[in-house]
């Protein structure tokens, strides 16, 4: 399955944006999601999951009740809501996608656990 992220940008802390993941070719709806994110000089880092059918939302510590996951699997996207976004967020975000079901639902937070990403997609918060 080939990833595509958009949304990123600049924005000033307190602010919002909304990640936007199109997926193509395997069958989108059957697979677990996840967005990761990478600053610089650091490692990459879960951010959040959801299950293939969307029922299931995770998150890092780092952002729950800031960040929502959610997908659209009629037109095959995945969603990253990101709201009151502090200059920490900064970072490229990744999405990714899992064609080992059983694995993802173990191990959704390990980078391992997902087969295909996308290009990644700039996100920069001002303070």
């Known amino acids: 399955v080939q990833l595509v992220e958009s949304g990123g940008g600049l924005v000033q802390a307190g602010g919002s944006l909304r990640l936007s993941c199109a997926a193509s070719?395997?069958?989108?709806?059957?697979?677990?999601m996840g967005w990761f994110r990478q600053a610089p000089g650091k490692e990459r880092e879960f951010v959040a999951a959801?299950?293939?059918?969307?029922?299931?939302?995770y998150y890092a510590d780092s952002v729950k009740g800031r960040f929502t996951v959610s997908r659209d699997n009629a037109w095959n996207t995945v969603y990253l809501q990101m709201n009151s976004l502090k200059p920490e967020d900064t970072a490229v975000y990744y999405c990714?996608?899992?064609?080992?079901?059983?694995?993802?639902?173990?191990?959704?937070?390990?980078?391992?656990?997902?087969?295909?990403w996308g290009q990644g997609t700039q996100v920069t918060v001002s303070s």
């Open positions: 959801i299950s293939w059918s969307g029922g299931s939302a």
């Open positions: 990714a996608t899992s064609s080992d079901g059983s694995r993802w639902y173990l191990q959704k937070r390990i980078i391992g656990s997902y087969d295909s």
């Open positions: 070719g395997r069958t989108f709806s059957t697979y677990g």
